[in-house]
């Protein structure tokens, strides 16, 4: 082996090492900034993907059990399935109606039964609260629950998922926690 | 990437149609499979279960009833083993199982006026199975094994994507000709009239152009719908009068027509819904509550006039139907968003009056906490 291959094969691997694209949340790390936009605590014990920088996804079992994802993004970025855009002025009904048709505008979803659907706040502001449940694809019943919100600067939603037995209400006063704890700057 | 898949797959199995498998005259015909078929129709049965266990399926009986009484009328020598099934769905999409299970999308009932241009649907479908398309095609590519093994590769376990599901089970081209020629037969022997098999793909067309979108992958494989309407125009031009069942339709369809706008309105799906309602010829297909869905989907779509125009329909259905509550509230919240608070507290107090178990009452209250008058300062 050449110093040259040799220094190649070292430089790949200390980027993979870089790479692992999963850390466990401590109380060290717990408080997650994103671009001077908000901040939010995340679960002490839970597994944060670190590859994407623009969003915030967690596990703590593992993605197929339990996740929770933050979402913040601007008003003129498209929804993926009802390509409609979001305004700083939508009520929060309306906000609810959106996202309630996104996720009826894909086949695993549509057929979801509304839990709850009522207001609530967000950093302080007037948010959305959407509890619903449907069957995936194997016909296991999965609850989801978001909160999300409007304002100048865009959307941003926290959405937990998990299967409804077991699963979802154990890690539910995790996110509530972790909702509780946005704080926009 | 998947339906590109599936899309190779479907053009890999758009040959020639295969000429020594005959198809069968009646349904003791099916009893006895060869182990290929069998295969097939195997994969099929585990489809249907997965669909069911899904919650896929609407099980009104009345429903499956009549739907099922039109197939038994296209296709009576093959009573009881043809088994049409309603999908809870809105695309516009129909499909047929190598085992005779048919699966007909409520968004499809929707879209038509009588049980004529559905008829051709189903007729086009039940041909699939009677001809054995399924397997022509799998012995095209050879091996049913294989076919079987890409169908269960692409299929059971993605139950949720049921366009592409639907599409799996596509036929060639020729097939799906084949298809067309037979179910017109069907139909005029049914006493159908045939005149409306060209209302059916003008339906599908005018649904196509709404939505702004290629034809449904569903169609991909399928002649072009022009061309089809050319060719159901041609067939049809000197044809005698048949049952066209208008009425009998409207009538057994009305709660899934309702509930089909309500689907659309919830998908923000406001084009199909401005497509059949701002007709005035189909809004008649509609009881006076049609309004307010109307007035949502120019809400909903919000171009330059449509707010007016929605206010405009919740108003008339406001007279015409005053115990309707959606409209109370949508007006009632048209009218708070412009700040006519004066106006929109009574509207809205209003619905949950009338709909006291509202779903979306806490957003109400929030609204008409804020429509309170602000105490004056000391």
Same mark, same amino acid.
């Given at each position: 082996?050449?110093?040259?291959?040799?220094?190649?094969?070292?430089?790949?691997?200390?980027?993979?090492?870089?790479?692992?694209?999963?850390?466990?949340? =401590?109380?060290?790390?717990?408080?997650?900034?994103?671009?001077?936009?908000?901040?939010?605590?995340?679960?002490?014990?839970?597994?944060?993907?670190?590859?994407?920088?623009?969003?915030?996804?967690?596990?703590? =079992?593992?993605?197929?059990?339990?996740?929770?994802?933050?979402?913040?993004?601007?008003? =003129?970025?498209?929804?993926?399935?009802?390509?409609?855009?979001?305004?700083?002025?939508?009520?929060?009904?309306?906000?609810?109606?959106?996202?309630?048709?996104?996720?009826?505008?894909?086949?695993?979803?549509?057929?979801?039964?509304?839990?709850?659907?009522?207001?609530?706040?967000?950093?302080?502001?007037?948010?959305?609260?959407?509890?619903?449940?449907?069957?995936?694809?194997?016909?296991?019943?999965?609850?989801?629950?978001?909160?999300?919100?409007?304002?100048?600067?865009?959307?941003?939603?926290?959405?937990?998922?998990?299967?409804?037995?077991?699963?979802?209400?154990?890690?539910?006063? =995790?996110?509530?926690?972790?909702?509780?704890?946005?704080?926009?700057? | 990437?998947?339906?590109?898949?599936?899309?190779?797959?479907?053009?890999?199995?758009?040959?020639?149609?295969?000429?020594?498998?005959?198809?069968?005259?009646?349904?003791?015909?099916?009893?006895?499979?060869?182990?290929?078929?069998?295969?097939?129709?195997?994969?099929?049965?585990?489809?249907?279960?997965?669909?069911?266990?899904?919650?896929?399926?609407?099980?009104?009986?009345?429903?499956?009833?009549? +739907?099922?009484?039109?197939?038994? *009328?296209?296709?009576?020598?093959?009573?009881?083993?043809?088994?049409?099934?309603?999908?809870?769905?809105?695309?516009?999409?129909? #499909?047929?199982?190598?085992?005779?299970?048919?699966?007909?999308?409520?968004?499809?009932?929707?879209?038509?006026?009588?049980?004529?241009?559905?008829?051709?649907?189903?007729?086009?479908?039940?041909?699939?199975?009677?001809?054995?398309?399924? &397997?022509?095609?799998?012995?095209?590519?050879?091996?049913?094994?294989? #076919?079987?093994?890409?169908?269960?590769?692409?299929?059971?376990?993605?139950?949720?994507?049921?366009?592409?599901?639907?599409?799996?089970?596509?036929?060639?081209?020729?097939?799906?000709?084949?298809?067309?020629?037979?179910?017109?037969?069907?139909?005029?022997?049914?006493?159908?009239?045939?005149?409306?098999?060209?209302?059916?793909?003008?339906? +599908?067309?005018?649904?196509?152009?709404?939505?702004?979108?290629?034809?449904?992958?569903?169609?991909?494989?399928?002649?072009?719908?022009?061309?089809?309407?050319?060719?159901?125009?041609?067939?049809?031009?000197?044809?005698?009068?048949?049952?066209?069942?208008?009425?009998?339709?409207?009538?057994?369809?009305?709660? &899934?027509?309702?509930?089909? +706008?309500?689907?659309?309105?919830?998908?923000?799906?406001?084009?199909?819904?401005? +497509?059949?309602?701002?007709?005035?010829?189909?809004?008649?297909?509609?009881?006076?509550?049609?309004?307010?869905?109307?007035?949502?989907?120019?809400?909903?779509?919000?171009?330059?006039?449509?707010?007016?125009?929605?206010?405009?329909?919740? *108003?008339?259905?406001?007279?015409?139907?005053?115990? #309707?509550?959606?409209?109370?509230?949508?007006?009632?919240?048209?009218?708070?968003?412009?700040?006519?608070?004066?106006?929109?507290?009574?509207?809205?107090?209003?619905? &949950?009056?009338?709909?006291?178990?509202?779903?979306?009452?806490?957003?109400?209250?929030?609204?008409?906490?804020?429509?309170?008058?602000?105490?004056?300062?000391?």
């Amino acid at each position: 082996m050449t110093v040259r291959h040799a220094l190649v094969l070292g430089l790949m691997l200390i980027s993979l090492a870089a790479c692992t694209p999963w850390a466990r949340v =401590d109380s060290a790390s717990r408080l997650e900034t994103k671009a001077s936009d908000y901040t939010v605590e995340l679960p002490v014990g839970w597994v944060k993907h670190t590859a994407n920088t623009s969003d915030i996804f967690i596990t703590r =079992d593992g993605p197929a059990l339990n996740y929770i994802v933050v979402n913040r993004q601007p008003h =003129d970025v498209k929804l993926p399935h009802t390509k409609r855009i979001t305004r700083a002025d939508m009520l929060p009904h309306e906000l609810a109606e959106l996202t309630l048709a996104e996720w009826k505008s894909t086949d695993a979803t549509a057929n979801l039964e509304v839990l709850a659907n009522t207001p609530t706040t967000l950093g302080g502001q007037p948010a959305v609260r959407l509890h619903i449940r449907y069957k995936n694809e194997r016909g296991l019943p999965i609850e989801r629950l978001l909160i999300g919100m409007v304002d100048a600067k865009g959307r941003l939603s926290l959405q937990y998922e998990a299967p409804a037995i077991v699963y979802f209400q154990r890690s539910q006063a =995790d996110f509530e926690a972790m909702a509780a704890s946005v704080r926009l700057q | 990437m998947k339906r590109l898949v599936i899309g190779a797959l479907v053009a890999a199995l758009a040959l020639p149609v295969q000429a020594d498998i005959t198809p069968w005259a009646n349904a003791a015909e099916t009893r006895e499979l060869a182990s290929d078929e069998k295969s097939l129709w195997q994969e099929a049965d585990e489809f249907d279960q997965a669909l069911a266990h899904a919650g896929k399926i609407n099980p009104d009986p009345a429903l499956t009833a009549y +739907l099922q009484g039109i197939m038994d *009328r296209l296709y009576p020598e093959f009573k009881g083993r043809i088994h049409v099934h309603l999908l809870n769905a809105q695309h516009i999409n129909a #499909f047929a199982l190598p085992n005779g299970s048919v699966y007909v999308n409520a968004g499809l009932i929707a879209r038509f006026q009588n049980e004529a241009q559905l008829a051709t649907v189903m007729a086009h479908e039940g041909a699939h199975f009677t001809h054995r398309h399924s &397997l022509q095609q799998a012995e095209q590519v050879k091996n049913a094994a294989a #076919f079987a093994l890409v169908i269960a590769m692409l299929g059971v376990p993605l139950v949720g994507d049921l366009v592409a599901l639907s599409s799996m089970f596509g036929y060639s081209r020729e097939h799906e000709r084949e298809a067309d020629e037979i179910g017109y037969q069907r139909l005029v022997a049914a006493g159908y009239d045939p005149r409306e098999s060209v209302h059916t793909f003008e339906h +599908l067309l005018a649904d196509i152009k709404a939505e702004d979108i290629q034809e449904p992958f569903f169609f991909a494989s399928h002649p072009r719908l022009q061309e089809r309407i050319d060719n159901f125009s041609a067939l049809s031009k000197d044809a005698n009068n048949g049952e066209i069942a208008r009425e009998r339709y409207l009538d057994t369809t009305a709660a &899934l027509r309702l509930a089909s +706008l309500e689907a659309d309105l919830a998908a923000y799906r406001y084009k199909q819904l401005i +497509l059949v309602l701002a007709d005035p010829g189909r809004r008649r297909e509609y009881p006076p509550e049609a309004a307010y869905y109307l007035g949502e989907a120019y809400r909903q779509r919000g171009e330059t006039g449509d707010l007016e125009r929605a206010e405009h329909e919740y *108003r008339s259905v406001l007279e015409t139907a005053p115990q #309707f509550a959606p409209p109370q509230r949508a007006l009632g919240l048209l009218l708070y968003k412009r700040g006519d608070q004066a106006l929109a507290a009574p509207l809205l107090r209003r619905y &949950l009056e009338l709909a006291p178990d509202a779903p979306d009452r806490g957003y109400i209250e929030h609204y008409l906490k804020n429509l309170k008058p602000k105490e004056p300062a000391p």
